[in-house]
């Protein structure tokens, strides 16, 4: 196929530009662990450090007004991009923590530590928590613990034979489930989930949807109000900001009946020796000193997406997915974990090499200059569907170019006669 026209100049990212192990040019192929940040990025984080950095939300000084300006306005900066409102925004470390927080305060619900309509959560013996067998091991231990805290039952929607997820298993959703939670798209197969399909059967039986977006929010257009959904989690590091900022959307009017989790400073109304009333959401959920300089990169990481566009975004790196899979589909002895066509997936390519372990693929790549990511990827279970301990990931970004394919697929198939695995 003709080359695709780069999207961004890779001169705006910095970090491509350090030679590799023997010199050559970095080939990122691992966005889908961490994507690398645009120098707008960095230089509004160091910007903020040296100009502005003071508490948020704890002073007069001109300091601690434009820090708290600054954290507020990434907050309704952020919230926009994914179609929410920015009262159902809420900072956190990134989207293990959401999740760990959404599943923590449904456990105080549950335990009478709510109040107004914090019974809406509560959960009891017999009630079903779905998953399914696609999760990242963050939306998915958080709910096998919440299960083992209040004795309800952890059932999951199966995947197809191409690793989909299968409308066929939507039965599982009945009239005891009470959350349903579920990955936007598979960090293993890149597969989109059906969300419409996913959220009425949720709704039918007055479950709650909670939707991993990570790996949705930076390649595809999100809106949240739009996909019905009543919770979300995405990290800013997948999404060319800073590690260690996230956030958890929630509905507004379910925030406002949600317990916190974590306690301390910056989440409360008044304080007295016996008693504590705390403050309205988000503010309720954001105990503790905030990581205000990645708040600041990660809204800039949302200002340099939205110049791009992000239908733009994603028809781009579609046709580097159709390239991706072609490419793959010619070599030998390649195992592709999921749908091997383009259409409802995104640029995430797990695959197995035939007679060469995943980590031996890896470091021959590594040698080469080319950064991919091998393992279970945190997602076990779905390893186990496709009948294999680990694999080799590739995944794309906005900065990846046809060349970089090219270069990847080259050194791809010269492995299996490198480790003498032919024949």
Known sequence: MSAVRPLVAREDFPILARPMRAGQALVYLDSGATAQRPRAVLDAMV??????????????????EESTVAYEEARAKVAAFIGAAPQEIVWTSGSTQSLN????????????RGWGNADRFLLRAGDDIVVTRAEHHANLLPWQELCE???????????????????????????????????????VTGAVSPVAQIVAAARAVGAFTVLDACQSVPHLPVDVHA???????????KMYGPTGVGALYGREELLADL?????GGSMIERVTMEKTRYARPPARFEAGSQPVTQIVGLARA??????????????????LTVQLLEGLGQIPGI???????????????????????????GQFLDARGIAVRVGH???QPIHDFFGVPASVRASVGIYTTSSDIDAFLDALSQVRGYFRAEG
């Open 302 to 319: 949302v200002d340099y997406l939205s110049a791009i566009g992000m239908e733009k975004v994603a028809r781009y790196e579609d046709a």
């Open 335 to 361: 195992r592709v974990l999921g749908p091997r066509g383009g259409g409802g997936r995104t640029g995430i390519a797990a695959f197995t090499v035939a007679g060469v372990h995943p980590h031996d693929v």
């Open 377 to 379: 990827h945190c997602a």
């Open 259 to 263: 317990p916190p989790y974590q306690f």
């Open 149 to 187: 805290r209040t004795g309800a039952r952890l059932t999951w929607l199966d995947l197809d034979s191409e690793g989909r997820i299968d409308p066929a298993s939507l039965g599982v959703i009945g009239r005891r489930t009470r959350i349903v939670a579920f990955t936007h798209v598979s960090n």
């Open 101 to 112: 927080l959404l599943a923590y305060a449904i456990s105080n619900a549950t335990a009478g």
């Open 227 to 237: 996909l019905d959904v009543d919770f979300a989690a995405f990290s800013g590091h």
């Open 47 to 64: 910007d903020f450090d040296t100009r502005s950095n003071g508490a948020v939300k704890r002073g007069s000084h001109l300091l601690a």
